[in-house]
């Protein structure tokens, strides 16, 4: 039911008249004309929905990017730092291959082994995982590089590992160093 309708002139002590709802035709409308207002508005609003919809997909879409190419670049960006304390690595264990075991010298031998499996501790809890093939371990090119090829023993096959010279690193599945390796011809 329709609200009472308070007269025009504003005079009050005048009968309030329920107001009528009327049809279509009372009004003049053409009740097509109404259908086919009505489904355009319909279809308008649906237009706008999937659009809404699309765009709300293709940011969801572009903030995934975003977090993959920073998880990218801070990944790069540790390898590289990884890279050249691998260098200093190397370094250590090369001057700890006959350390001085007397005096002072076998002292500060000590010292410099304890700094050096500090670094490695360091590294290995921020991901950096050696890679440390065996003699006899077959080659795989995406974990070594061999710097020479050699005949086949009995003990090793062909296209198996002789000798490591080098251990390589991996953080994850991104290999920073391959270990650098002997093969069986």
């Not at 499996?117 to 590089?145: A, C, M, S, T």
Request: hydrophobic fraction near 35%.
């Amino acid at each position: 039911m329709a609200e009472p309708k308070v007269p025009e002139n504003g005079n009050q002590d005048q009968p309030l008249e329920e107001t009528v709802e009327q049809t279509p035709e009372q009004t003049g409308l053409d009740p097509q004309a109404l259908q086919q207002a009505l489904a355009e508005a319909q279809a308008k609003a649906e237009e706008y929905l999937a659009g809404w919809q699309r765009e709300r997909a293709e940011f969801a879409n572009y903030r995934q990017r975003v977090e993959q190419q920073a998880a990218q670049t801070r990944a790069r960006v540790r390898g590289d730092v990884f890279k050249g304390l691998l260098d200093i690595l190397d370094d250590l264990d090369l001057a700890l291959q006959d350390p001085p075991r007397r005096g002072k010298a076998g002292a500060w031998a000590d010292g410099i082994a304890l700094i050096a499996q500090k670094l490695r501790n360091f590294l290995q809890q921020q991901g950096l995982e050696p890679i440390e093939p065996q003699p006899g371990d077959p080659f795989d090119p995406y974990l070594h590089e061999a710097f020479a090829v050699d005949e086949p023993t009995e003990e090793v096959p062909s296209g198996h590992i002789l000798e490591v010279v080098r251990k390589g690193y991996r953080v994850g599945d991104q290999v920073l160093r391959p270990a650098l390796v002997k093969v069986a011809r």
